[in-house]
């Protein structure tokens, strides 16, 4: 039964319409109140104060557009939106591919499914956190556990987060390992493709691969656009992991200067707060405009069955 | 039905919510909570908290809240709170950041509310501003090369003579300890960079800041620095970038403290924590000069932190009775000995004289027999100041992760401290 159609009977049992509408705010009212008070008015101070030289400690001064005029010039800006920019376009297709590659693996009904499928989700609860950004420290420091294992074979490891070539791609790979999410949604999309298609397609002599290309892959395209939109704008906001595996610097010479680490220096290790407004609304523009080519460029490769 | 039971609910949990304020409120009318913010290491905090105790003990009806964490991040917590006025009534502070705080009237006036008859003229000179007194120092500091005993024993290698030692036989000596000491053991930490120019720049008779607080050197001045640092890597004096790097997160990961390295550059309350984090026999030693004499070695004392009163504190008398106890009475000095610099009252400097042990004595000594030698006081830092240390880390990092040449970073650095003390 549809969403719909449970709703529809829902309020035909109960009568009048008005008490229900009421209620449903009621039960809302903790969401709205929090939405007004902790989400849109800190929005909307943040645009105001992006108009204006704000240390933290004095009141704001209006200055028009010079913040947003000041961001042309500022060499470390245009750093760390590149930085950013190598982390989406590198960590976000990885970590799809390989939550899809996991989920297929998993969908074709192996025994203990319920236990593979927690414990592959679990970086994903665990990936953001302070603690794992900790333990990656540990596993990728000079005296690690990855070079450990290499000074086994003979080789001599470098730091991968603490030398500037390695250290953003460490990050990468923390990103990647935290595939469960998007995993989970692709199982729940693999399990809605009727199977009576593969039953036709292998009737008619189809292989795995063929069965995989022109069936699960093209009804699977409006999960994967959904992963695809969600992990772009998170991965754009990735600040947790790089701020501990950094010890809050972007270092190693700037190389894990992500654009949120920067805002974040900006606004509360320099105190340059009106700046740091602008960063963000900044970001609020890329994301967005992101967002949208995705959405314009969806038109060509999602498949809605109905 | 339900809506109303639910508005009934909440309004029956907000109420219970401001009643139980309200009580607690008039139930402890006689106890005033002061909250003090504080940054240090480890045993620093417990020996602060150690003097709050005694500062509660004296002073009935005075609660005190401490909130003291690492340096790390700590300003970035204290900005806030100021921005949310919600700022302790007690801040701790540095040097580089107390122009900023006062100047931008984060700061109560402390005028001549903390007795201060008992420091000398430079300790009492710090904490003020052209606008008056806005910070008291809580102890004094000066730059130091820690050494590693035993690691100099390992290597075969004598201690130097640290009145008469250079800055070319301070590389020479680290990078012959990297050469004879046992694998994966260098010479030197990396020095703190921002500090160790200051003292390079005094050595060349140039201050970091001019009195009208303006930078007081230039490009060509950091290019020397930095040519020396890249130097110290080259022979291998000091370990790769990526060790350093790792190595200057905390204090307690320091070459020194891990006994990695034979020396590193630590302010002299540092000794206690690197000691104990070592284990080992830790030496202080005067930094290397130019001349080949200490008294040339423009060393000087600045305050290891200061004891400040937010402009918005509730109770400033109280405040200023908790700066006074800090500064000024035998218990605080007894609880903190010289974990916060070597006490600024010399009354009290005599008394925990005979009381100190170990690192803490060793930290004393050395600051007596230096005091003879000082350098000129430096001129108070502008407003700006605050980010002088980690623009230096960060440049003096990209020297030697080859990717900017000493030029380079030395230009860029100049440009961007500019920047910052117009702002």
Sequence with gaps: MSVDAELRQLRAGRGGRSSTDRSAYGFLAPWIIGLVVITAGPIIASLVLSFTDYNLLQDPSWIGLDNFRQMLSDERLHHSLRVTVTYVVLGVPLQLGLALAIAVLLNRGMRGLALYRSVLYLPSLLGGSVAVAILWRQIFGTEGMINRALSYVGIDGIGWISDPRTALYSIIALHVWTFGAPMVIFLAGLRQIPTTYYEAASVDGAGRWHSFRHITLPLLTPIIFFNVVLQIISAFQAFTQAFIISGGTGGPSDSTLFYTLYLYEKGFGQLDMGYAAALAWLLLVIIAVFTAINFYVAKFWVFYDN | ?423
């Design chain 2, 1 to 423: 039905m339900r809506l109303t039971a639910l508005a009934v609910a909440v309004l029956f949990a907000s109420s219970c919510g401001i009643m139980s304020a309200g009580d607690d409120d008039t139930a402890d009318g006689a106890t005033d909570v002061l909250r003090v913010s504080c940054f240090g290491n480890d045993q620093r905090i417990q020996r602060v908290e150690t003097a709050i105790a005694a500062f509660e003990e004296a002073n009935d009806g005075v609660e005190v809240q401490l909130e003291c964490t690492g340096f790390a991040n700590y300003f970035d917590k204290l900005a806030t709170q100021f921005a949310a006025r919600d700022a302790p009534d007690v801040v701790m502070l540095n040097s580089q950041v107390l122009g900023e705080y006062a100047e931008r009237g984060a700061l109560h006036e402390l005028g001549d509310s903390v007795d201060t008859s008992k420091f000398s003229e430079v300790a009492a000179a710090e904490g003020t501003t052209a606008d008056g007194r806005f910070g008291v120092a809580a102890g004094l500091n000066t730059m130091t090369v820690l050494a590693n005993r035993e690691i100099f024993d390992a290597a075969g290698v004598e201690l130097p003579d640290d009145s008469t030692w250079t800055w070319d036989q301070y590389a020479t000596l680290a990078a012959t300890i990297t050469g004879q000491g046992a694998e994966n053991l260098y010479g030197s930490d990396a020095p703190n960079f921002g500090p160790a120019f200051e003292l390079w720049l005094r050595q060349q008779g140039s201050e970091m800041f001019t009195e009208d607080g303006e930078l007081g050197f230039t490009a060509s001045d950091v290019t020397d620095f930095f040519v020396y640092v890249q130097g110290l890597a080259q022979s291998g004096a000091i370990p790769p970038a990526s060790i350093i790097t790792e190595q200057q997160e905390a204090l307690e990961q320091s070459g020194v403290a891990t006994n990695k390295d034979a020396m590193g550059w630590f302010w002299n309350s540092a000794i206690g924590a690197v000691s104990k984090a070592s284990g080992a026999d830790i030496v202080i030693l005067r930094p290397p000069s130019a001349t080949g004499s200490s008294a040339d070695a423009g060393l000087f004392f600045k305050p290891d932190s200061l004891w400040t009163i937010s402009g918005d504190a509730e109770h400033k008398d109280h405040a200023e009775a908790f700066i006074d106890f800090m500064v000024n009475s035998t218990e605080a000095g007894l609880a903190t000995l010289t974990s916060l610099g070597i006490p600024a009252n010399s009354d009290v400097r005599a008394a925990i004289a005979a009381e100190v042990t170990g690192s803490d004595k060793v930290s004393l000594e050395y600051i007596d027999e230096i005091s003879d030698e000082l350098g000129p006081q430096r001129p108070a830092l502008p407003s700006g100041a605050g980010i002088v240390d980690t623009t230096f880390h960060r440049f003096a990092m990209e020297v030697l992760f080859d990717r900017l040449t000493p030029d380079a970073a030395a230009g860029q650095l100049v440009e961007e401290l500019d920047a910052a003390l117009e702002k």
